[in-house]
């Protein structure tokens, strides 16, 4: 059974001040998600990862995939307000057409 | 506009009532999925189709049933079986692609909130 784990949970960070979130999972995967949710809404695409070592960026926010370690971070640059959010990633196991398995999240609080 | 439409936004169940949460696109995904989001929780699949009159039971399908009669719809069905239903239901859809981040992206509805009371 494919897990996914994030770390933190929680995050409470000042503006300007850099931080990364980590996603961890327990099976073999080529293809891996990064989604923002606001609070009482969807979930917005934020990357899609689909092969080691691909790096993304988009603005302050920096998500890179290594398969072989099984990990995805992403990377806050100079964190503003309007980044809180939680951010979940997400696996695709390999062999499960688009079926995804979704990491718990992380609540990020950017304060002033 | 292209999207995913679900509706209700808002939806209250009596005990032992059935309802069902309706899930609209028009991007000409062939693949659909429903996933149930419970407060401070990531999401959980429920059921997903990759094509039509065909779908596959998610993570915790019991207690939910869902149809796939036609490719912009995939309706699902909140049984009374399913003790405890309240939850955020979110519709998403994608279009398997090879290897293109269009492709691959996986795209969801605004969210249904379904009430027990």
């Known amino acids: 059974e494919l897990k996914v784990e994030q770390n933190p949970l929680f995050l409470s960070m000042q503006e300007g001040k850099n931080y990364t979130i980590y996603c961890n999972y327990s099976?073999?995967?080529?293809?891996l998600y990064w989604y923002r949710q606001d609070p009482g809404k969807s979930l917005e695409s934020l990357f899609v990862?689909?092969?080691?070592?691909a790096v993304k960026q988009e603005g302050r926010l920096m998500a890179s995939l290594d398969t072989k370690a099984r990990l995805s971070t992403l990377h806050i640059t100079a964190a503003v307000h309007d980044l809180s959010a939680t951010y979940f990633c997400a696996v695709r196991e390999d062999g499960t057409a688009s079926k995804l398995t979704f990491g718990t999240g992380t609540r990020l609080q950017v304060t002033l | 506009d292209g999207g995913i439409t679900q509706s209700p936004k808002y939806l209250f169940r009596k005990e032992g009532q059935n309802v069902t949460l309706s899930c609209e696109q028009n991007l000409n995904h062939d693949a659909m999925y429903w996933y149930r989001q419970d407060p401070g929780q990531g999401l959980r699949l429920i059921y997903y189709?990759?094509?039509?009159?065909?779908?596959q039971k998610g993570d915790i399908a019991e207690g939910y049933s869902v149809s796939r009669e036609k490719k912009e719809s995939f309706p699902l069905t909140v049984t009374s079986a399913q003790k405890n239903p309240t939850a955020f239901y979110l519709c998403?859809?994608?279009?398997?692609?090879?290897?293109?981040?269009?492709?691959?992206?996986?795209?969801f509805g605004e969210g249904s909130w379904l009430t027990v009371v």
């Open positions: 998403a859809s994608s279009a398997p692609g090879q290897g293109t981040v269009t492709g691959n992206t996986i795209y």
């Open positions: 990862l689909l092969s080691n070592g």
């Open positions: 099976t073999t995967s080529d293809r």
């Open positions: 189709s990759q094509i039509v009159n065909d779908f």
